[in-house]
């Protein structure tokens, strides 16, 4: 007495927010029955499992219809097959491209290629992610990826165009497309400890203020390559380190202002030159692309690490960083006031952001 | 030369990559019309082609302007190889061939293809210019308007009602015919397609040329049927009612329609004191008992009446007599003569006084009499002339005779809410009508539903028939409400509930189910075995209504109505109705329980235990379903037939032939109580059964009629839905009884399924619930294995809420459609002040059409109407056939996955019709078939639908009204439903 066919079609689609979840998540459909008894649903009205099973087994059927328009999201507002409210629509686009922290964290900067795809088993396992939702995610950043790539203009605008996403969801996507392009290391043990956000964050920086497109808004790749020009001039940022007399300049200024600010004065005082060095290392080093994808975890070797082991509290960075930066405006013989600033803004946001535990 | 076609290719979108190297496509477009094609040249290389060719013009008649769609074909252009077909759209251009519907045909369609589905969509613009014709003898009928819905539409007055109209093409079925084999299943299901589309355009060419010799102009409550013969052929059939509709705010007084002119001054007047003195002379005692039907249900034959001894026989007369072939036609040869002449002449409206609308104006219905049914059961043949479809006209008018004669014997003149449908297995087909037989007054006008509502009245309720001639024994006491006139204790019938009718409490969904097995058999052994069964299935189904129209303390049932097919080895019989409680009839006595095997201690106890069930279920219901009668001591009793008798009747109807016994479904003579036998285990399990029924779970409502009784106030949410269920049974020898326990338990888990899905909109109304039954029959292995599969499918349930407290999602989406809906009717306010008459501003037409971005949302419902809105044109009608068939129906995600996609395609392409044509809902929408055939061993399914209703365009009632008094509306309810 099998049940052969049992399908419910509304005129309207119909769709339960709390299923196309369990879909997305890559339950099975006994998998996601279970969940909802478990969740009481059946308490509410009077149902039983044959009634969950059937109307999970509908919902699955049309998520997976429709997943062929959520691809292309600019399909779903004009196709004619179901019948969505515009807002419902808006959720199922934003449901569909929303990714788990933990799993795109894994992936950060990897290169979007069949090579990564085959190991999302091993992400999966790790992350407590279903495979079914680590391909879906993975894939969601493949097709950002893929047609951002060939389009002229803002990248976060690109892809709230063609995706109609939100703007948070727009940037979070060109972080990672942004990453993916420059190959940034970030599966170091040493940064570890540094969530999504935090890269999202100096991606956003990097991109409104190292790439092509800072500058010039009608480039290809504007925002995703970097800009070979000014990674070129950083190099003339090394003055301030092997020129002796500039680099003591420096120093007692930066000292001279942070007197008496704070506790961590000395250890301040002491280290200043190797982290004026560390720092302006990694701006003449950027041109080549191997420092490049270790631009964070030299970031955290060469600075934030020092200041940890120093005690050094949140405030004490923003206060060094601060002075740091606008001291060398005032020594006279350094010319490279524009480059200097463009560097240590980023540098200054990125570090804040990375500074915590 | 009285037609000028225009149509325009603009562009399309969301095409397939045909081109696997370039991952394009080149597309062109085929534009044909009747013989006459024209082509688009080759868009390369694009997947959303702008061809925006010039207007292809065809000249053509009007004939074929009615009978003919218009065939657009998109192909992928190939330099070395045949061109690749993309897919196609059929456009019916009748709508607009009425002047008062659409003008323009003007939007997206979904390019539809047999095999592959939905394949992008092609922007076309379509025109019409029609030369008036004045040619006497034209076989054209444009102008005629046809409606689905069965009332008057709104925003229109009934000028006349004509009466009834029917008509039926047949023609070879070609998936049947020999080319078949030779031809690609997607050239067979297009040729189908084809064929259906213009058998279904002749039909309504024709159908209207009936209505204007009658001198009406519109058919409404149009219901058009197709039967799937198989080998024997494909019957394309329609009945409607014909009227003189006059735009409401034409102005024109009612007072010179209502004097009615000849056609219905001719029929009997009937004072509300006298009915039957004037009536048809009705010799009740003249006529066989077999016609003389009980009220509440009418006892199938089936055959005609002449056969007082076997009937069987006579539907199988021809077979045996002489053999197969077209032997019945030559049979009912005498009479189709007759019953051709008849046609010809206007004679036909009194021969058969039938109506197949629903609800009418108060005071229309002056008595109502109860349902009047009738089921043949016949052998198909082959055939041979598409020209003469004589034999069926001949079985149909056979059964038209026989539903007259019922009402006949009720004591009316007229029958109402009536419907015709069929079921086929193999060779075997059952005929059925069924209708409500009642006594009409021609002298009220059909007014729109805009008029006041009258103040409620009985009269409809009193009996019709003479009390001391009364054709079945029956309970009659003097009306509760007026206290003069007689009143039946139940009332059963196929229309809705009338606007005057009080009620007590709510009403609520009452389904009897039946399974009936069988011995499968050829030819006429099988037609005599399912002929024999009939009037058992119907006493059953009756009994099981009874009962459980009783637990619930309802006395009468509105939109009855009874379903039997057949299959291999069973027959399946699901009657659905909506019980309510009506004031005016006496107060429905209990239920008791009766052992015949008395002594035996614990018998007694179980049957105690079960009577207190059974009390405990009726005091639940009547709470539930806040049945309080008012307390009224009873004086007048009738003249209840002695019980001696009926048991007298009892036996000597089993004694006769079989189709009497239904008769004595209608002796529960008792006034209190209705007594239950239990000498079985069978009466045991009938209780059981009784009592398993679910009641819905609190908030929601259930009815088969447009509105629930006892529930007057709606929002503006509503969503259609339609489901479809298939049951395997894996056992081969099943009882009775476990296949019944089977149906019911698929039946009440559909209806849960759907309190489940819709959890969420309590309070909500389930309104015009529409259960179809079907018995596919199967063949899976050669050794002799047979198995059935249970394919009950409900379709066009339609679920409204009654609070403004639903969920925001459907909120939304009804605002949003009113926001198109509003802008949409400024525009044709707007169009009004412009000097050309019709048709919207092509330029703000088109340019929403463009725009690309915004797809019109789309309303469906099996209602005539949408709750909380104003309908302020009908558009025409949409009447769509679609095939589709899979081989690859793993991939496609099993017979359910495909079936899903194509009801969802279905829907898509009908909401694209209607939106091409101006409009934002289609009301009186019914899925009229679903024929799914599957083989999954291959691999392949194929599945028909067929869906019909009427494309509108509405308004929200409150973009006059304030919002404030919404709120109150959906306040108030609240405090209603609450109890």
Same mark, same amino acid.
């Given at each position: ?45 009077? #149902? *039983? ?9 509908? &919902? /699955?059927? !049309? @998520? +997976? ?114 990453? #993916? *392009? ?9 940064? &570890? /400890?540094? !969530? @999504? +956000? ?160 | ?979």
């Amino acid at each position: 007495m099998a049940v052969e066919l049992d399908v419910f079609v509304g005129n309207t689609t119909i769709m339960d927010e709390e299923v196309y979840q369990l879909w997305l998540d890559g339950y099975t459909v006994n998998d996601a029955v279970k969940v909802r008894m478990a969740g009481g649903v059946l308490d509410e009205c009077e #149902a *039983n499992q044959d009634v969950l099973l059937s109307d999970t087994m509908d &919902q /699955y059927r !049309t @998520f +997976q219809m429709c997943e062929r328009l959520l691809q292309s999201p600019a399909k779903l507002a004009n196709q004619l097959l179901f019948q969505i409210p515009p807002h419902r629509q808006t959720m199922l686009i934003e449901r569909y491209y929303a990714f788990d922290d933990s799993f795109v964290r894994e992936v950060l900067g990897k290169k979007l290629s069949k090579g990564t795809k085959k190991d999302l088993d091993d992400i999966g396992a790790k992350t407590g992610v279903t495979l079914k939702s680590c391909r879906r995610q993975f894939d969601n950043f493949k097709r950002v990826f893929k047609v951002v790539e060939e389009l002229k203009g803002p990248l976060v605008e690109n892809i709230r165009q063609h995706f109609l996403l939100s703007d948070k969801l727009a940037r979070d996507y060109a972080a990672i497309v942004f990453f #993916a *392009n420059n190959r940034f290391e970030t599966g170091k043990k040493k940064l &570890q /400890y540094l !969530t @999504f +956000q935090d890269f999202a964050f100096c991606a956003g920086q990097l991109i409104n203020n190292w790439t092509v497109g800072a500058v010039d808004n009608m480039v290809e790749d504007m925002d995703v390559d970097l800009d070979k020009e000014f990674l070129q001039e950083l190099k003339e940022l090394k003055v301030l380190i092997t020129d002796k007399d500039l680099l003591d300049q420096h120093k007692s200024l930066v000292c001279t202002a942070l007197r008496g600010k704070t506790k961590a004065f000395t250890e301040m005082e002491a280290n200043f030159k190797n982290l004026s060095r560390g720092l302006v290392n990694i701006a003449t080093k950027l041109t080549n692309t191997k420092d490049v994808r270790d631009f964070f975890i030299d970031l955290v070797e060469k600075f934030i690490e020092p200041c940890r082991s120093d005690r050094w509290t949140s405030a004490d960075v923003k206060l060094y960083l601060t002075h740091y930066t606008n001291s060398a405006h005032i020594l006279d013989s350094f010319k490279h006031q524009a480059v200097w600033d463009r560097y240590m803004g980023v540098i200054k946001s990125c570090i804040f952001k990375m500074y915590h535990d | 030369m009285p037609g000028k076609l225009k149509a325009k290719i603009v562009a399309g979108r969301h095409l397939p990559v045909m081109d696997r190297a370039s991952d394009l496509t080149d597309a062109f477009v085929e534009v044909k019309f009747g013989n006459t094609t024209f082509k688009t040249d080759v868009f390369p290389k694009s997947l959303n082609p702008q061809w925006n060719s010039e207007w292809f013009k065809f000249e053509v008649d009007d004939e074929d302007l009615q009978d003919e769609p218009l065939q657009i074909t998109v192909l992928d252009h190939d330099t070395y190889s045949a061109n690749d077909a993309i897919g196609k759209v059929y456009i019916d251009i009748d709508p607009l061939l009425c002047t008062e519907a659409a003008s323009v045909i003007s939007g997206w369609f979904p390019i539809y293809d047999t095999i592959h589905g939905i394949r992008g969509e092609i922007n076309v613009l379509v025109k019409v210019e029609l030369f008036n014709d004045l040619n006497r003898f034209r076989q054209s009928s444009c102008g005629v308007k046809f409606f689905c819905t069965t009332s008057i539409p709104r925003g229109y007055r009934a000028a006349m009602v004509h009466g009834f109209v029917e008509e039926l093409v047949v023609n070879e079925d070609p998936e049947y015919q020999w080319i078949d084999r030779i031809r690609t299943p997607r050239a067979s299901n297009e040729a189908r397609q084809r064929l259906i589309s213009l058998m279904s355009g002749e039909l309504q060419r024709k159908i209207g040329l009936k209505v204007l010799e009658m001198g009406g102009n519109a058919v409404v409550g149009y219901l058009q049927c197709f039967d799937l013969e198989g080998e024997s052929g494909l019957v394309v059939r329609a009945i409607g009612t014909a009227c003189t509709l006059e735009k409401h705010s034409s102005g024109t007084p009612a007072s010179n329609a209502c004097n009615s002119p000849s056609k219905d001054g001719k029929e009997p007047v009937f004072g509300e004191d006298l009915p039957s003195s004037s009536g048809p002379p009705t010799p009740f005692r003249n006529l066989p008992t077999s016609s003389s039907s009980p009220p509440p249900f009418s006892p199938s034959k089936p055959c005609s009446r002449q056969s007082s001894s076997s009937d069987t026989d006579l539907s199988l007369t021809p077979k045996t007599g002489m053999g197969s072939g077209g032997s019945a036609g030559k049979e009912a040869g005498p009479l189709k003569t007759l019953l051709r002449q008849q046609t010809q002449t206007a004679l036909e409206q009194r021969e058969f006084p039938f109506f197949t609308l629903t609800s009418f104006p108060p005071g229309f219905l002056v008595h109502v009499g109860g349902v009047v049914s009738a089921r043949s059961v016949k052998l198909l043949d082959r055939i041979h002339n598409p020209d003469e479809p004589e034999t069926r006209d001949a079985w149909w008018e056979e059964i038209r005779q026989e539903i007259k004669s019922h009402a006949k014997a009720l004591g009316c003149h007229a029958v109402v809410g009536y419907s015709e449908n069929t079921s086929i297995c193999e060779e075997v087909c059952i005929l059925s009508a069924s209708g409500t037989a009642t006594i009409l007054n021609p002298r009220v006008c059909f007014f729109d539903r805009f008029d006041d509502p009258s103040p409620p009245s009985c009269g409809f309720c009193h009996i019709p028939y003479d009390e001391l001639n009364m054709p079945f024994p029956a309970q009659l006491t003097y009306c509760y409400n007026c206290r003069r006139q007689k009143v039946p204790d139940v009332l059963f019938t196929t229309i809705d509930l009338p606007a005057e009718a009080a009620v007590t409490g709510k009403g609520c969904l009452i389904q009897a189910r039946l399974c009936r097995l069988k011995k499968k058999a050829q030819g006429e052994v099988n037609a005599t075995a399912i002929s024999n069964l009939l009037p058992f299935m119907e006493y059953e189904l009756h009994t099981q209504l009874m009962n459980k129209l009783k637990l619930r303390s309802m006395n009468a049932l509105f939109g009855l109505h009874i379903q039997i097919s057949v299959g291999e080895n069973m027959l399946l019989g699901l009657a659905s109705a909506t019980g309510v409680y009506l004031t005016a009839l006496p107060a429905p006595g209990g239920i008791q329980i009766a052992g015949k095997t008395s002594g035996d201690l614990n018998n007694e106890q179980h049957i105690q235990s079960i009577q207190k069930r059974i009390n405990d279920t009726i005091a639940k219901n009547k709470e539930l379903y806040q049945i309080n009668p008012p307390e009224l001591t009873e004086e007048g009793v009738g003249s209840p037939i002695p019980e001696p008798r009926q048991r007298s009747r009892l036996f000597r109807s089993h004694s006769e032939s079989s189709d009497e016994v239904s008769e004595l479904d209608l002796s529960h003579g008792k006034k209190d109580a209705f007594v239950l036998e239990i000498d079985d285990t069978d009466a045991v399990e009938d209780i059981h059964s009784l009592l398993i029924d679910a009641s819905p779970p609190t908030g929601f409502y259930t009815c088969n009629t447009e509105t629930m009784p006892g529930i007057y106030n709606w929002t503006t949410a509503v969503q259609m839905f339609t489901s479809v269920r298939v049951l395997r049974l894996s056992n081969a020898n099943l009882s009775n009884q476990s296949l019944n326990k089977i149906f019911t338990d698929l039946c009440e888990n559909l209806l849960k399924s759907f309190y489940f899905k819709l959890r969420s909109n309590i309070p909500c109304c389930l309104c015009h619930l529409n259960f179809t039954v079907a018995v596919p029959e199967e063949e899976l292995i050669q050794v002799r294995c047979w198995r059935q599969s249970l394919c009950p499918f409900l379709s066009g349930g339609n679920e409204t809420e009654e609070q403004l407290q639903f969920p925001l999602e459907l909120c939304a989406d009804s605002s949003s459609t009113n926001t198109q809906t509003s802008s949409k009717f400024s525009v044709s306010s707007l169009e009004n002040c412009s000097p050309l008459t019709e048709g919207r501003p092509r330029s703000l037409r088109s340019s929403r059409s463009f725009g690309g971005s915004s797809v019109t949302m789309v309303k469906m419902t099996p209602l005539s109407f949408l709750p909380g809105t104003r309908i302020i044109k009908y558009l025409g009608i949409i009447n769509m056939f679609f095939i589709r068939e899979t081989t690859s129906l793993r991939e496609e995600g099993g017979v359910s996955g495909f079936l899903h996609s194509f009801i969802a395609e279905v829907f898509a392409m009908v909401r694209a019709h209607v939106a091409a044509l101006g409009g934002n809902a289609v009301v009186s929408y019914s899925m009229k078939d679903c024929v799914l055939m599957e083989n999954p061993n291959k691999n392949q399914a194929q599945c028909l639908i067929n869906v019909s209703g009427d494309a509108v365009i509405c308004v929200r009632e409150t973009d006059q009204e304030p919002m404030t008094s919404m709120t109150n509306i959906g306040q108030s309810c609240t405090a209603d439903g609450a109890t």
